[in-house]
């Protein structure tokens, strides 16, 4: 991407002082002190242009990242089918046709259900409240208007769809259907609602994707669709959102369970957390306590994202503001590190709160790994690959999880991150699999095979390995 850049012969400002004025913001490791020989980027970070100078940046994208379907961007052209990844803290939308196998837009918003609570288990207890009529209104109330906004960028009118897909974790899907949720807030969590039919709104077909357990799923059954695309027989499967949703695939068998990681993997919940928008920051080296910040499309930081804290509390604990038992160190300053200033000028804390955050949603994710793969009889160590679902791993350090123990044993290199794994496979599918000619039925692909459900609220060793996943001996 080109940059121009106004100065003129009484210019005393740097080249990244300038660029930073402008709105740009750009990790240099040296700070303009030219340690790098001025090769770091394709011009001198200690340059003082006394002239209008073009210079080039690493690309930048103004969309919010981990979207993206099959790796392609977005073609003109007139859409058929609305896939729908209903979250707890985001709702995807990508609007496909489905016969030429193109996505022609796509558009994320926040769950409006969200005033209800951050996390699943508040909203449920919201709707047992008397809030389920709400809830359900919140949310289809925000799709329909975000449909309709998408399909008129796109010059059509939502009449044109005929088909839409949805996939999303259970709760969610009880709370748009505007099901009792009792079955999901106490033990054994059976269910007494199966996942409809088709349904039909006008000409349009709507289907929802089966889910696996209480909290395993239909977004989960999608990605399983993502991840066999690649032929993978042993896999760990993982979406690691507000709840922390696995699947472990071994010798023919499949392990299923969840963790409540909270939502600081979204960057919601943290003190100056954001979604991974433009300005998001996604790594932080300290250098006593100065962040060196990279940020995505190289703007001024306006929050910090998952990726990005997992990325600080690594350096917490290589550079010993936290101790080897998880304990934070008085040198951690008690109103946290200023990691900059927004662009509208508030000052950016990460706080020993937020740490706190950060280490039980890795240690949750962690001890459920170990928890699934006790079940299944192997090490994680000998898991070949885990597929990491959503937009959080899109720009997440595997050694940095290493340093946290967020994958148990899992190798760094093992990990292949898939982006928005519920919209793949429901792309996967409708361009596929789904028969217009035909009542809409889920295919073979998806008759799903007998699975393991891990209860780990239920599980002593969970809760052992979660305890000792708090800690970080080596």
Same mark, same amino acid.
Request: hydrophobic fraction near 40%; aromatic fraction near 8%.
């Given at each position: 991407m %080109?940059?121009?850049?106004?100065?003129?012969?009484?210019?005393?400002?740097?080249?990244?002082?300038l660029?930073?004025?402008?709105?740009?913001a750009?990790?240099?490791?040296?700070?303009?002190?030219?340690?790098?020989?001025?090769r770091q980027?394709?011009?001198?970070?200690?340059m003082?242009?006394?002239g209008?100078?073009?210079?080039? $940046?690493?690309?930048?994208?103004?969309?919010?990242?981990?979207?993206?379907?099959e790796?392609? /961007?977005?073609v003109?052209? /007139?859409g058929d089918?609305?896939?729908i990844?209903?979250g707890?803290?985001?709702?995807?939308l990508a609007?496909?046709?489905?016969?030429?196998?193109?996505?022609?837009?796509s558009?994320v918003?926040?769950?409006?259900q969200?005033?209800?609570?951050a996390?699943?288990?508040?909203?449920? +207890?919201?709707s047992?409240?008397? +809030?389920?009529?709400?809830?359900?209104?919140?949310?289809?109330?925000?799709?329909?208007?975000?449909?309709?906004?998408?399909?008129?960028?796109n010059?059509?009118?939502?009449?044109? !769809?005929?088909?839409?897909?949805?996939?999303g974790?259970?709760? #969610?899907?009880?709370?748009?259907?505007?099901?009792?949720?009792?079955?999901?807030?106490?033990?054994?969590?059976t269910?007494?609602?199966?996942?409809?039919?088709?349904?039909?709104?006008?000409?349009c %077909?709507?289907?929802?994707?089966?889910?696996?357990?209480?909290?395993?799923?239909?977004d989960?059954t999608?990605? #399983?669709?993502?991840?066999?695309?690649?032929?993978? !027989?042993?896999?760990?499967?993982?979406?690691?959102?507000?709840?922390?949703?696995?699947?472990l695939?071994?010798?023919?068998?499949?392990?299923?369970?969840?963790?409540?990681?909270?939502?600081?993997?979204?960057?919601?919940? !943290?003190?100056?957390?954001?979604?991974?928008?433009p300005?998001?920051?996604t790594?932080?080296?300290?250098?006593?306590?100065?962040?060196l910040l990279?940020?995505?499309?190289?703007?001024?930081?306006?929050?910090?994202?998952?990726?990005?804290?997992?990325?600080?509390?690594?350096?917490?604990?290589s550079?010993?503001?936290?101790?080897? +038992?998880?304990?934070?160190?008085?040198?951690?300053?008690r109103e946290?590190?200023?990691?900059?200033?927004s662009?509208?000028?508030?000052?950016?804390?990460?706080?020993?709160e937020?740490?706190?955050?950060?280490q039980?949603? @890795?240690?949750?994710?962690?001890?459920?790994?170990?928890?699934?793969?006790?079940?299944?009889?192997?090490?994680?160590?000998?898991?070949?690959? $885990?597929?990491?679902?959503?937009?959080?791993?899109?720009?997440?350090?595997?050694? @940095?999880?290493?340093?946290?123990?967020?994958? @148990?044993?899992?190798?760094?290199?093992a990990?292949?991150?898939?982006?928005?794994?519920?919209?793949?496979?429901?792309?996967?599918? @409708?361009?596929?699999?789904?028969e217009a000619?035909? +009542?809409?039925?889920?295919p073979?692909?998806?008759? $799903?095979?007998?699975?393991?459900?891990?209860?780990?609220?239920?599980?002593?060793?969970?809760?052992?390995?979660?305890?000792?996943? #708090?800690?970080?001996?080596?």
């Open positions: %080109q940059v121009s850049i106004k100065a003129d012969s009484s210019n005393t400002k740097s080249i990244l002082t660029l930073e004025e402008g709105g740009y750009l990790p240099c490791n040296c700070h303009g002190a030219r340690r790098c020989d001025g980027y394709s011009f001198d970070c200690a003082i242009p006394k209008g100078v073009t210079v080039t $940046l690493p690309g930048r994208s103004d969309s919010i990242q981990g979207i993206s379907l790796d392609m /961007s977005p003109p052209g /007139s089918t609305l896939l990844d209903l707890t803290t985001t709702v995807a609007l496909i046709d489905r016969n030429a196998g193109k996505l022609r837009k558009a918003f926040p769950n409006p969200r005033s209800f609570g996390d699943v288990v508040s909203r449920i +207890q919201a047992l409240q008397g +809030q389920g009529p709400a809830l359900k209104d919140y949310i289809r109330q925000a799709i329909e208007q975000q449909t309709s906004l998408l399909m008129r960028g010059e059509q009118a939502p009449e044109e !769809l005929t088909l839409c897909l949805i996939g974790n259970t709760a #969610m899907i009880h709370l748009l259907m505007g099901w009792d949720c009792r079955p999901l807030s106490a033990s054994p969590f269910l007494k609602e199966r996942t409809p039919g088709p349904l039909v709104r006008g000409s %077909q709507i289907l929802i994707f089966p889910w696996i357990s209480a909290f395993v799923g239909g989960i999608a990605g #399983m669709l993502a991840c066999r695309r690649n032929n993978s !027989l042993n896999y760990l499967f993982a979406d690691l959102g507000t709840n922390g949703e696995m699947l695939c071994h010798e023919g068998r499949m392990f299923a369970a969840s963790t409540a990681a909270g939502p600081a993997f979204e960057g919601s919940g !943290l003190s100056c957390g954001c979604p991974a928008i300005g998001a920051i790594r932080v080296a300290l250098k006593r306590l100065q962040p990279t940020t995505i499309g190289n703007r001024l930081p306006t929050g910090i994202c998952g990726s990005g804290a997992i990325s600080l509390c690594k350096e917490l604990i550079r010993g503001y936290v101790d080897k +038992q998880g304990i934070i160190r008085p040198s951690f300053p946290g590190i200023r990691l900059g200033v662009p509208d000028r508030k000052p950016l804390f990460f706080t020993p937020d740490f706190r955050q950060v039980t949603a @890795a240690a949750a994710v962690a001890a459920g790994i170990e928890t699934l793969c006790r079940e299944a009889g192997l090490e994680p160590r000998q898991i070949p690959v $885990l597929y990491l679902g959503g937009g959080f791993g899109f720009y997440l350090e595997p050694e @940095a999880c290493q340093t946290l123990h967020m994958f @148990a044993g899992v190798s760094p290199d990990v292949i991150p898939m982006g928005n794994t519920c919209l793949r496979g429901l792309f996967h599918y @409708a361009v596929n699999e789904y000619d035909e +009542q809409p039925s889920f073979a692909c998806l008759s $799903l095979p007998e699975i393991c459900t891990v209860s780990l609220a239920d599980s002593d060793f969970f809760h052992k390995q979660f305890i000792r996943h #708090m800690t970080y001996e080596d």
